[in-house]
């Protein structure tokens, strides 16, 4: 065990890693573990390429950084083009960032500065949906609605209006269709008591990350969403950290839905792990009328370098070239039949869900009644370590109160095979029988 300052998390220490290679990496005690979430789904290409390595260290060889208000750099410039191409132009002007945090803080920013510019000062308070998680940075988190995140801060943010979105696991309405009905009927109502004309926007995942365990929201309600906010002269801000650059088989997740946001973020897959790279896509009027009203008061040192740049350009080209959109939509489906093959097993899988290679899965205590479990048997930690022990690496999250069990993300990378997909279920399988022999034994206190 290592002698470590780093205070990261609390719980069992943590092995030292050596080394990795594609969907795989070991400890220095030899140990190998699947990477079943890609990192913190963010290792979308897998581990130890050479392509990403070869192009960021030609980049180097010109030139790692470059203030982005002193030159324009082509990495950055084709990178921005290449965005802007993946969204069929409509979102035509690009700024970059180094994380997700600062995606969405740069989307709250710009939105706000928007409505400053057309004199409309009136409009500050936004919409985002409970659950949900958009960074650990104040205003983002002022967006986020995930109570033990927020607990010690909500004082002190400028937090949003929070609103339930659908949930297809749990409502109680006759069909889907109604439940959405009436999820998009309150939310009218909740936006109608703020005052349209105080709403600068709705912040939204389209399908959910880790604080939902990966919830789908549907076309219905995207499109409901996207309708009201145009009735009500606000804008949409798609939240795609997680889920854009090809996580769910599309390039974003909005495009299954036919919805195009006034602002999209991403970040995590665009470094894909190798670099911090997000980028922040939105409609050219938005852009032109901050840009005409002064400029846009905001930026982070490291925003758009050339090596940051030349990665993402690398990782996007890697993409395209190897078709791993395709290999997304077809070992997700390999993936979902293995995950609901598992599930129907034990009556304490209640839900699985997602699209592409992002699905979640959400544990009960009574699979008849959909009760969650406790909060205080933590059995999201305990699956999660005993995966860990047969060498699968998943993404955890607690069970919220009253919205949700415990739950898990198997998100691998995008190039994962075939062969690989049967390992990670395999090593599943074995943790989730551990599991399954913890539930007969008392829990830890
Ligand atoms: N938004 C979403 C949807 C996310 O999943 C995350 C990260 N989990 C963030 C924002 C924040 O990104 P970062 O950790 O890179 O700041």
Request: with cysteine.
């Amino acid at each position: 065990m290592i002698d470590s300052p780093l205070f990261y998390q609390t719980g069992p220490a943590l092995p030292e890693v050596s080394h990795a290679d594609g969907v795989m990496l070991w400890d220095t005690q030899g140990k190998d573990y699947l990477d079943g979430c890609s990192g913190a789904i963010s290792c979308n290409l897998g581990h130890g390429r050479q392509d990403i390595r070869d192009a960021m260290l030609a980049q180097m060889d010109k030139v790692a950084f470059t203030y982005r208000t002193q030159f324009e750099s082509a990495p950055a410039v084709a990178l921005g083009h290449r965005l802007v191409e993946l969204f069929n132009d409509e979102l035509g002007k690009v700024f970059f960032i180094s994380s997700g945090s600062e995606a969405v803080e740069s989307a709250i920013k710009l939105a706000r500065q928007y409505f400053f510019a057309l004199g409309k000062p009136q409009r500050q308070r936004f919409v985002s949906l409970r659950p949900s998680y958009h960074g650990s940075t104040m205003g983002a988190l002022g967006m986020t609605g995930y109570q033990p995140l927020e607990a010690p801060f909500t004082s002190m943010t400028h937090a949003s209006i929070k609103v339930p979105g659908p949930d297809f696991y749990r409502h109680q309405d006759d069909n889907d269709d109604a439940h959405v009905d009436r999820v998009l009927a309150e939310t009218r109502e909740a936006m109608e008591a703020a005052g349209p004309e105080s709403l600068i926007g709705f912040v939204l995942e389209p399908i959910g990350g880790a604080s939902t365990g990966a919830r789908l929201l549907g076309k219905r309600y995207l499109q409901g969403i996207r309708a009201l906010c145009d009735e009500f002269g606000c804008l949409l801000i798609a939240d795609e950290v997680l889920t854009g650059i090809g996580r769910t088989g599309t390039w974003f997740a909005c495009q299954h839905y036919d919805v195009v946001p006034d602002i999209l973020v991403t970040a995590k897959g665009l470094g894909a792990g190798y670099y911090p790279i997000g980028a922040m896509l939105a409609r050219n009027h938005i852009v032109e009328a901050v840009m005409a009203s002064g400029g846009f008061q905001h930026g982070h040192t490291y925003a758009g370098n050339p090596l940051a740049c030349a990665t993402g350009l690398a990782v996007i080209e890697a993409i395209a070239r190897e078709n791993l959109l395709e290999n997304t939509r077809q070992r997700g489906a390999q993936l979902e039949a293995g995950l609901r093959k598992l599930a129907e097993r034990y009556d304490w899988v209640g839900h699985v869900r997602g699209a592409g290679l992002l699905w979640g899965v959400e544990l009960v205590a009574d699979g008849e009644s959909r009760q969650p479990f406790p909060a205080e048997q933590n059995r999201f930690a305990q699956i999660t370590a005993l995966a860990k022990q047969e060498g699968l690496l998943i993404y955890p999250r607690r069970t919220l109160d009253g919205i949700a069990g415990d739950h898990f993300l198997v998100c691998p990378p995008l190039t994962i095979q075939a062969h690989e997909v049967d390992t990670l279920l395999e090593r599943l399988e074995r943790a989730m029988a551990g599991f399954d022999q913890t539930l007969t034994t008392p829990p830890p206190s």
